[in-house]
């Protein structure tokens, strides 16, 4: 009795498999690139990791879009971060955020997005991160 028991779970499992959760499907779609040479960042930007320094830098500018297109929303939650106007840099409990450095005080994602400028052959030039909303 017991290999029919078998069989019929085997079955079952593969003729009525378990329904996937529905999770956010995030798109990205960038627009508007422009390219700045000579330009000085801010020294809030330099402490958030933006910039390797304040002057002479090469800026690649681009706005993003990102779309949701899953079936469910996007929620981030409560990132647990202290009063960060008065713990500027502190860790969250979400490790994903920190309280930023900038002199804006809120909490900023550690790395939101990630992007990569590659050469005509692929090779990787430059990376950049996007640290907040």
């Given at each position: 009795?017991?290999?029919?028991l078998?069989?019929?779970?085997?079955?079952a499992?593969?003729?009525?498999?378990?329904?996937?959760?529905?999770?956010?499907?995030l798109t990205?779609?960038?627009?508007e690139v422009e390219?700045?040479s000579?330009?000085t960042?801010s020294a809030?930007?330099?402490a958030?990791?933006?910039a390797?320094?304040?002057a002479?830098?090469?800026l690649v500018?681009f706005g993003?879009?990102?779309?949701?297109v899953?079936?469910d929303p996007?929620?981030?939650?409560?990132p647990?971060?202290?009063?960060?106007?008065?713990?500027?840099?502190?860790?969250?409990?979400?490790?994903d955020?920190?309280c930023s450095?900038?002199?804006n005080?809120?909490p900023?994602?550690?790395?939101?997005?990630?992007y990569?400028?590659?050469?005509i052959?692929?090779?990787?030039?430059?990376?950049?991160?996007?640290r907040?909303?």
């Open positions: 009795m017991r290999p029919v078998l069989l019929v779970s085997a079955a499992a593969i003729l009525c498999p378990r329904l996937a959760a529905a999770l956010p499907d990205p779609r960038i627009y390219i700045d000579g330009q960042v809030g930007e330099l958030d990791g933006c390797g320094a304040m002479d830098r090469t500018r993003v879009d990102t779309d949701n899953g079936p996007l929620v981030i939650g409560d647990g971060c202290p009063d960060c106007s008065a713990n500027p840099g502190a860790a969250c409990a979400n490790a955020f920190q450095l900038s002199g005080p809120r900023v994602f550690v790395s939101s997005a990630r990569e400028l590659l050469d052959a692929g090779n990787l030039v430059a990376l950049g991160v996007k907040n909303y």
